[in-house]
């Protein structure tokens, strides 16, 4: 994998070591990393910050978003996929949809080019934390 | 119209006061409102939060959407309509959709009923906004 699905996975890491959720995002343009982020959903007590909703939080506004790409270690739910499709983001790469299939195909219908990199390290990781507390699982996923 | 727009109408003019966008969303449970919020993408220089994102937001870690209404002055756009989705949150009521029809097809599609008041003060606030700070309100929408 590239460094910059390396750095989502390092944020996945960082969330679990604070005792939340380990899903990390990176936004990338021109092959540098512009914000990252990891869902805070237990730590900030916010359901609204998946990774990839921390990440763009702490990107800012930052104009157009056609030449960024988002990485995820795993396949964004609606919400994040909403977000990605109105604001024009042009491709995402995920670790992987096996233990969420999340919402390729309506990013697909909305122009996305998705990419599921299918890592093993990043299924283990959630087969462990889904595992250990599938309740806050089902809880930010509104499967509740 | 009810309090409860009522009350989505106030927090758009509230943003609108503090020199933002004058988008504004209530979050309502039992008759009650559980929550409240308004776009703040240029009071906290924050892209993601737009009226119903806040409102999500300050609602924080509620348990089970699904006995849950949204009114928004606005509709949603596909960001907001994800988060409805995922949510499972399933009624929707919105002020307007003549300057911004936002994802109301999709939200259906998705089972969530979606009730348009067509509100003349919700239109003439946001065309009055859209003419005087038009690049504001496309970079809110992505649309740069």
Known sequence: MDEF?????????????????PIGSVLVRN???VASG???RVQEQNPILHGEMDCLNNAG??????????????MPCYMC????????????????SVTFPGARAFMESHGVEVVDLNLPECIQMMEKFI???PELWYEDIGEL
């Open 61 to 74: 506004r930052i104009g157009s978003y056609k030449d960024t790409v988002i990485y995820s270690t795993l």
């Open 131 to 133: 595992a250990e507390k």
């Open 31 to 33: 092959n540098q990393i």
């Open 38 to 40: 990891h869902n805070k």
């Open 5 to 21: 699905m390396r750095a989502a996975i390092a944020q996945a890491q960082k969330s679990l070591s604070e005792g939340g959720i």
């Open 81 to 96: 996929a909403g977000t990605i499709v109105q604001f024009k983001i042009s491709k995402v790469i995920v670790g992987e």
